[in-house]
């Protein structure tokens, strides 16, 4: 096992997500050894550290003498490249496994989507479902609908009680990881204080066991909505530790299926929970390894614009997006539609270019590895590939942000204006994006009541409302500029 520079520094990972790993690593080698395992661990800071994966590789094979080296199948594209072009040097051979954390193995994933004019995610999810038996009773879902989406939206109440996910206090190890990553990450993104991740497969089930107790029950009903001063409403928080191996989907799903059935928690709520993982889960890393490296160079709407400074600083007057990028430097954590109606929303109805927004969802949450984050980014929140993944573009005025969140009633910006110097940005940005993406989108079936809506107001109104948008975007072009200079 072994720490690498350029694992840790690819892109500016945000310094929760550089300690969790690298604690969670520490553990498990330890873990090992206890078992009799023999292990050889090389940590960063050793001096012999030759700083990649695969150099490290060799460095071991030399070292042993090894014929042949065995692998579990790498997260990323750039990693399996590196891999494979050991193999090829010779001298010793490189087995690369499939990763037997996964229900649907990626062969598997190409067979389903061969010949299929269209991949959607939910005739994935439903033969997810037949192939798992999760919630079916005999050949049919039980309840009689494959899916409860519908019944995920309500928005939250402030005076709800929103329980907090389990959190886990540093020992030793944990510590030293955090003085290394302090010193060595003090530049990277985010704060690394309060520490409260587990890093452990015990303590990762742990926090599972809690959010069932607690938060399964309602985790149906308000999954899309969001409050300023609640982070983690009732949503799991697990997505960090299923995407290092601390836990296992299937497992989850099961114990969220007996959950059901125990009466301990409603139907949308389990259906919803199973349909996240062996649905959208499942299916996005489908999506990743089929579309093979140049997925991440789409762009439908040739998109160009840099990265506003405020997803670094969350310094800007729109309170949701201060709201959504103060939380995410503090936690490494927001919720799936903070990212995609929020950060997402905004990247995209902005024109930012999609891989800078790629770059930004990979460095800073702690849940972040290419082959999730990727189709999630690019396909799901920035139609950059055309709706390959989504039917349509997520893209929303402020009145959605209003219906599911409390952030209005803080904003600076008034979410019912449509123009002025108070209009919320995202209303005339939203008709903008609309408009000069008409080429792309004019077409698009899902869209067809909008651009009705669009076409009746007159050419004035129309006039004003992109001129309104190219000024907020002029300025933020500005200042982006400005406080790269
Ligand atoms: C722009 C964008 C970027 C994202 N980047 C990542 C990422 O880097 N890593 C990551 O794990 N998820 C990513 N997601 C998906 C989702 O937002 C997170 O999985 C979720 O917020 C994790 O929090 P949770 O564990 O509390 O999830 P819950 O809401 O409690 O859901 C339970 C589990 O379902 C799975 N899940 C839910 N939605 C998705 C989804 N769309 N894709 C894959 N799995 C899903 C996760 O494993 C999650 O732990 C992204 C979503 C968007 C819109
Ligand atoms: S008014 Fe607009 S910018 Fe302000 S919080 Fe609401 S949606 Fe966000």
Request: aromatic share 12%; net charge neutral; hydrophobic share 40%.
């Amino acid at each position: 096992m072994a720490e690498v520079s350029s694992e840790t520094g690819y892109v500016p990972h945000h310094k929760k997500k550089i300690a969790f790993i690298l604690s969670a690593m520490r553990h498990f080698a330890r873990e090992l050894m206890s078992d009799g395992w023999q292990v050889e661990y090389v940590r960063l800071d050793d001096l012999e550290n030759t700083g990649s994966l695969s150099s490290e590789i060799e460095r071991a094979v030399k070292r042993h003498l090894f014929k042949s080296v065995i692998v579990t199948e790498p997260g990323e594209w750039r990693v399996l490249n590196s891999l494979t072009s050991l193999a090829s040097r010779g001298g010793f051979s490189v087995k690369i496994l499939d990763d037997d954390r996964f229900i649907c193995s990626r062969d598997a994933f190409t067979a389903w989507a061969k010949g299929r004019k269209q991949m959607r995610q939910e005739h994935f999810y439903r033969e997810m479902r037949r192939k798992t038996g999760l919630l079916i009773d005999g050949e049919k879902p039980v309840g009689g609908k494959w899916n409860l989406d519908a019944e995920n939206r309500k928005p939250a109440k402030i005076e709800r009680f929103f329980p907090e996910p389990l959190r886990c206090d540093p020992d030793t190890i944990t510590k030293d990881v955090l003085a290394l990553v302090e010193e060595r990450f003090s530049d990277h993104f985010g704060t690394l204080d309060p520490f409260r991740f587990a890093v452990t497969r015990d303590g990762a089930e742990a926090v599972f066991d809690r959010f069932v107790d607690i938060a399964l029950p309602r985790f149906g009903d308000y999954q899309d909505a969001m409050l300023m001063n609640e982070k983690y409403l009732y949503h799991a928080v697990v997505s960090l530790y299923l995407n290092i191996g601390l836990l296992d989907p299937l497992d989850l799903c099961r114990r969220v299926e007996r959950a059901y059935h125990d009466g301990h928690a409603p139907l949308n709520a389990a259906e919803g929970f199973i349909r996240q993982i062996i649905g959208w889960r499942e299916y996005v890393r489908g999506i990743y390894w089929f579309q093979g490296p140049k997925y991440v160079n789409q762009n439908v709407f040739e998109h160009a614009r840099p990265l506003p400074d405020f997803f670094w600083t969350g310094n800007t007057e729109m309170a949701c997006v201060r709201a959504c990028v103060e939380q995410t430097r503090e936690e490494a954590y927001a919720h799936h539609i903070q990212r995609l109606m929020v950060t997402g929303n905004f990247a995209m109805l902005a024109g930012v270019d999609p891989r800078v927004v790629h770059e930004w969802y990979l460095a800073v949450y702690a849940d972040a590895f290419e082959w999730v984050e990727m189709p999630n980014t690019l396909g799901m929140s920035q139609f950059a590939d055309g709706g390959l993944l989504a039917s349509k573009p997520y893209a929303a005025s402020g009145n959605y942000i209003n219906r599911m969140s409390d952030y209005c009633t803080k904003c600076s910006y008034k979410v019912r204006d449509k123009s002025g110097p108070k209009a919320c940005p995202f209303n005339y940005l939203y008709w903008d994006f609309l408009a000069r993406n008409r080429h792309v989108l004019g077409n698009n079936p899902r869209l067809a009541q909008a651009y009705r809506t669009w076409d009746r107001l007159d050419d004035e109104r129309q006039r004003d409302t992109r001129k309104e948008a190219q000024h907020f975007l002029h300025e933020l072009d500005k200042s982006t500029i400005g406080s790269k200079a």
